[in-house]
Nanobody, 117 residues
């Protein structure tokens, strides 16, 4: 059993910042790629940022220059630093990982981010 637990979501004003964390648990787990996705009501789930095990990152155009993805392989944890948040960033943010060797994919339950005045 693999568990992904996200934290750090909440309510912030436009221009504010939040940092999301996702911890992957499992004694024999070896994580390959990690990423963050988001889904607003009535919309599809879209990629926000990804990071390979070697640290190569990719960002959606809408968040470039504002969000930063990082990971700690020893802790099996991925972070998303979100700066200069905008109302359109409001969504449920989901952590996604895939495992080395097996290539199995797992999703977290999501954490709500609301940007509002």
């Amino acid at each position: 059993q693999v568990q992904l637990v996200e934290s750090g979501g909440g309510l912030v004003q436009p221009g504010g910042s939040l940092t999301l964390s996702c911890v992957v648990s499992g004694r024999f787990l070896s994580v390959n790629n990690m990423g963050w996705y988001r889904q607003a009501p009535g919309q599809q789930r879209d990629l926000v940022a990804t990071i390979t095990r070697g640290g190569v990152t990719n960002y959606a155009d809408s968040v470039k220059g504002r969000f930063t993805i990082n990971r700690d392989n020893a802790k099996n944890t991925v972070y998303l630093q979100m700066n200069n948040l905008k109302p359109e960033d409001t969504a449920v943010y989901y952590c996604k990982i895939d495992l080395r060797i097996s290539r199995d994919v797992y999703w977290g339950q999501g954490t709500q981010v609301t940007v509002s005045s």
